[in-house]
């Protein structure tokens, strides 16, 4: 059987060539389908004990928890509990589940959801809308919850897209979904897939779909209603996998995507036979020659490979130039390496409009920077900033002293590294300010998909993605990354 998320990009691709111009939509059920319930149940059972200085749910794992969230009879059966106390933590249960509490403390989304909805949100003419069985009496404490979920990955709910059931609680659900079906065609979205936990749900809605254009999306956590015959266009999957949702021809033509570590022939040729615009490739000096080198690690600190120094400089930038490249330099020291840089990109006819320079604030320090921003006023100007992560976040204002600072010196463009703790908030608020902002150090296809739903002005990867045949070497760590992968994929595992 084909990957759901596959059937969903393709069905979505031939909506949008069949439909020009219409608003499209698809359509989302919350429970079981963008939340894992299992941590509302662990949640509540083990605020019972908290409540009752009991501690019969203190082992329990969220991996114990195999049943949807109207049968916890079930589970509770299981437990060496006594039945008069099994019903008395029923019923507590009941009563407590959807207290605003639980709702905005105990609610996870699946993995890869929340992306999936992203991707959706950033593409032209298409919304996403909610589909619940759940009552209007907690409209206000949804929209709040899946909201604080989403803010990470900036994706936000808003009260027209959001259906819910006006039949109360657990009545006429199949109904209810119909209803949000039609209510939301009536304003005139054409829905093009409903995903939703709950087979009955999306028979209801084949039935009522007689253009049988919906691709009925079956999302396979744990459901409630019996398994039965699905609707023949019915797909079923797991994961939220973003690597088989978005495919390369689709990446936001926005954002700038540069491919790090072209040091040597190796990834040159790689990268020379890809679309990507933009080369990395890192410079310092021989301490011996005083020639400048490609070389991620410092000459001193390690030992050269056999094969290095077959790249030099003049072959990258010659060859760059002559392919209409963009050429990205990190400049590992600042003085004298500073001026040769200039002086080389100057004789291969480089303009600004194809140069970007990087380096650490104190390797160039203010009168580097400056050189560089008065020789190329318009070319890229970046300093990695990871550093104010913290600051960031403790000290915002003081964080943008610094930051503005830095612009005043003729940065344009900060670089932050993917694996910085809290990068995500880090990120939003370098967006909010309006800083231009690079992710780097995305170590693979998924989260270099996930970085790209954040819409960075760019991108710096290794594009070592086999998946889409990109076998980037990265670099420095004599091609760790790249290693790795390859042998993953061959299905070798050495770690
Ligand atoms: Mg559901």
Known sequence: MKNWMRVLASHYETILRRYPGERLMILFDIDGTILDMR?????????????????????????????????????????????????????????????????????????????VIRWFLIQPDTYVGLNTGRPESLRADTLRSLNELGKDYRVCFTDELLHMNRAGWEQGVEDAKVEGVRHFQRQGYRIFAVVDNEPYNLKAISKADTQKSILLLHANTIF????????????????????????????????QFVWHGVNDKANLRQFLASDIHWAE?????????????????????????????????????????????????????????????????SAYGFDDSHLWFNAKVERLQESGFRQLAFARPSAVLQCPVSFLAPVILSAPGKAKEILTMFTDW?????????????????????DQW??????????????????????????TSDFNFP??????????????HYEFSMRLNRGIRTF
Request: proline residues 5%; contains cysteine.
């Open 39 to 115: 941590y509302m149940v662990l949640y509540v059972l083990q605020a019972y004990d908290r409540s009752h200085g009991s501690s019969f749910f203190r082992n329990l794992r969220i991996s114990d928890v195999t049943v949807h969230e109207n049968c916890v009879e079930r589970l509770l059966a299981q437990l060496p509990l006594q039945p008069e106390k099994q019903e008395e933590i029923l019923s507590w249960y009941l009563k407590h589940r959807w207290t605003s509490a639980a709702v905005l403390e105990s609610h996870r989304p699946f993995g890869g959801v929340l992306e």
């Open 224 to 255: 409630e209603s019996k398994r039965i015959r699905m609707p023949r266009r019915t797909v079923r999957g797991k994961v939220y996998d973003l690597t088989e949702l978005i495919p390369e021809k689709a990446l936001p033509e926005r954002i």
């Open 281 to 345: 490739c890192d410079i310092r000096m021989d301490p011996v020659t005083n020639d400048l080198v490609l070389r991620h690690d410092s000459l001193e600190d390690t030992v050269p490979q056999e094969d290095e120094g077959s790249l030099t400089p003049d072959d990258l930038l010659s060859r760059l130039h002559k392919m209409d490249k963009g050429v990205k330099l990190d400049l590992k020291a600042g003085g004298m390496l500073v001026d040769k840089v200039l002086d080389m990109v």
């Open 410 to 430: 003729g940065i344009n463009r900060f670089s932050i590294s993917w694996l910085t703790p809290d990068m995500r908030q880090f990120f939003d608020q370098m």
């Open 434 to 459: 309006g800083f231009e902002v690079n992710i780097y150090d995305v170590p693979d296809l998924e989260s270099f998909l996930q970085a790209t739903l954040l819409m960075p002005r760019s991108i």
């Open 467 to 480: 998946k889409w045949h990109y076998y980037g070497r990265g670099s420095g760590e004599n091609g760790n």
